[in-house]
């Protein structure tokens, strides 16, 4: 008896350290229904160092994040639209407990109070950090948009792991009008709207600290979307690809094109992006 009680404890605490920072999207099934039809991109899934993040805030979940803790940037966030509520814009930037210590909460937390909390330990060493960022000359640029969500959901877009060094002008012009254009198609048009964001990295570009390449500055932002109608058959899909330049030009793309733009920077294939590439069964 002892030893099940022991067991089952010892089973329930793996469940709780495990429940955020998880091997297989598949493990939290709530992480899974942010990819159309539970079907997760088998694209970069292979690459060294990558984990899988079931962003957790306000004791729940809002997204999935597969971060890649080489380049200290995301490789994508999925999530399903939601159209905003209004509300101001969280001024915390979160990091990741669980990637500083896998036993650590599983919720993202404030990096400034986890660092309080822990004076001493160093929380960058899977990560980005907020100082990363300063004077760098780049913006935080989020992945998953923080205007594609009603509150928490919003506050919990402010996660370091779904932002990316992003040029100030790209991210503050085309690519910020592009999101809202996406807002406005998914609010109008799609009774659902799944979507991934993701960056391509740099070969040899990054945000260097005191002689430490810590971010890695990713070459391509791009995104892509499948559009549901309301008896949940997909009604269209898209994508787009933007330069992380001062060209401040967002390029769209069907989701074949965009297939093709990512092989060229990919050993493994690509594949799908969305179940049956976004079209009806
Ligand atoms: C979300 O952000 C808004 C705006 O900063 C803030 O008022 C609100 O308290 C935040 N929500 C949570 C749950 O922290």
């Known amino acids: 008896m002892e030893t099940l009680v022991t067991l089952c404890t010892l089973l329930s605490l793996l469940f709780v350290v495990r429940a955020d920072l998880v091997a297989q999207f598949q493990d939290v099934p709530e992480c899974m ?35 890649d803790t080489n380049h200290r940037i995301a490789v994508y966030s999925a999530y399903i639209f939601q159209p905003s ?33 822990h004076p001493g330990v160093y929380l960058g060493e899977k990560q980005a950090l907020n100082e990363d960022y300063t004077h760098s000359g780049f913006d935080r640029g989020h992945l998953n948009p923080n205007g594609h969500h009603a509150v928490p959901g919003r506050n919990a877009t402010f996660t370091l792991t779904n932002v ?30 799944y979507v991934l964001v993701g960056a391509v990295p740099s070969a040899a570009n990054w945000i ?22 309301n008896n949940d058959k997909p009604v269209r899909g898209g994508a787009a690809a933007a330069r992380n330049t001062e060209d401040n030009w967002v390029e769209k793309l069907s989701l074949d094109e965009l297939g ?22």
């Open 85 to 117: 509520n209004g509300g101001g814009r969280e001024r915390r930037w979160f990091v990741e407990p669980q990637l500083v210590k896998p036993s650590w909460q599983a919720e993202m937390k404030d990096g400034y109070w986890l660092g309080k909390d």
């Open 33 to 67: 229904k942010y990819f159309y039809k539970s079907q997760v991109p088998k694209y970069q899934a292979s690459i060294p160092g990558t984990a899988r993040l079931c962003q957790r805030f306000a004791n729940r979940y809002h997204f999935a994040t597969l971060y």
């Open 208 to 229: 260097v600290k005191n002689n430490v390449k810590r971010v890695n500055i990713p070459d391509y932002l791009w995104n892509a979307f499948c559009c549901l109608d």
């Open 164 to 193: 990316v060094p992003q040029n100030p002008k790209l991210n503050q012009n085309a690519w910020r009008i592009h999101e809202s254009q996406l807002t406005e198609l998914f609010r109008d048009k799609c009774s659902k709207a």
């Open 260 to 281: 093709e733009f990512l092989q060229q920077f990919s050993n493994q294939p690509v594949g799908e992006l969305f179940h049956n590439n976004c079209m009806a069964d």
